[in-house]
């Protein structure tokens, strides 16, 4: 099976609420982790990454946090938007870039 | 800048047939790999390629190959189709081998077998 899943296939909410996505991880080995955004009919879109010696990245409304003690990471999108409504994967690098996807989260958002 | 392209972007093939599909990395990227999404599903590994060389390969048959041309750009061949090969097949580049070159997607090419 997949080393890397999601707690949840599908995630609903309101516009201007903030969204978690989460995200379980197996390999305690892996050193590098990545969420991507896939909308339909196109390819996945990086959001941002962190590395296994931070527990916390944070970018343009989005944050990343890792606890390596439960391994276990998440998604923070602050002030959700209707373009936010997507699938959302988090991949786990298992070496050489070969990266471990879990199946997603659906994200849509209520207006 | 283009970012990564890849041709073509929806195909029809029959049981038992070949099919070549194709990559152009983003400018500078020397690093391209193939990932296989079924429907519903996260992207499964294939291969890895740098600097023309394989660096890495998934779970797949041997029906499943690829090679890097001299400018990056990458082809991925898969001989005797089998209904389940129906997916879409991402391709993604990076500047270099390693954690610290995220992958970078295209859009994919939407293989159906019939």
């Known amino acids: 099976g997949e080393s890397v899943g999601l707690h949840l296939p599908t995630l609903s909410v309101q516009e201007g609420d903030n969204s978690i996505i989460n995200c379980a991880y197996s390999?305690?080995?892996?050193?590098?982790f990545i969420w991507y955004k896939q909308e339909s009919g196109k390819g996945p879109q990086f959001i941002i990454d962190i590395r296994s010696n931070m527990d916390k990245r944070q970018g343009q409304r989005v944050t990343v946090l890792l606890n390596k003690t439960v391994k276990h990471l998440s998604l923070q999108i602050a002030a959700t938007q209707p373009g936010d409504s997507a699938v959302y994967f988090c991949a786990e690098n298992e070496g050489a870039q070969k990266l471990v996807f879990g199946q997603g989260t659906r994200l849509t958002i209520n207006p | 800048d283009a970012g990564v392209t890849q041709s073509p972007t929806h195909l029809i093939k029959t049981r038992g047939q070949h099919v070549t599909l194709r990559c152009s990395p983003i400018s500078g990227h020397k690093s391209v790999s193939w990932y296989q999404q079924v429907l519903g599903q996260g992207p499964q590994f294939i291969f890895q390629y740098y600097e023309k060389e394989e660096r890495g390969r998934g779970n797949f048959p041997d029906r499943f190959s690829a090679r890097q041309f001299p400018n990056y750009s990458s082809e991925l061949n898969v001989n005797a189709l089998l209904l389940g090969d129906s997916a879409l097949y991402l391709c993604?580049?990076?500047?270099?081998?390693?954690?610290?070159?995220?992958?970078?997607f295209g859009n994919g090419t939407r293989l159906t077998v019939t």
């Open positions: 993604a580049s990076s500047l270099a081998v390693g954690s610290n070159s995220p992958l970078h």
């Open positions: 390999n305690s080995a892996s050193d590098y």
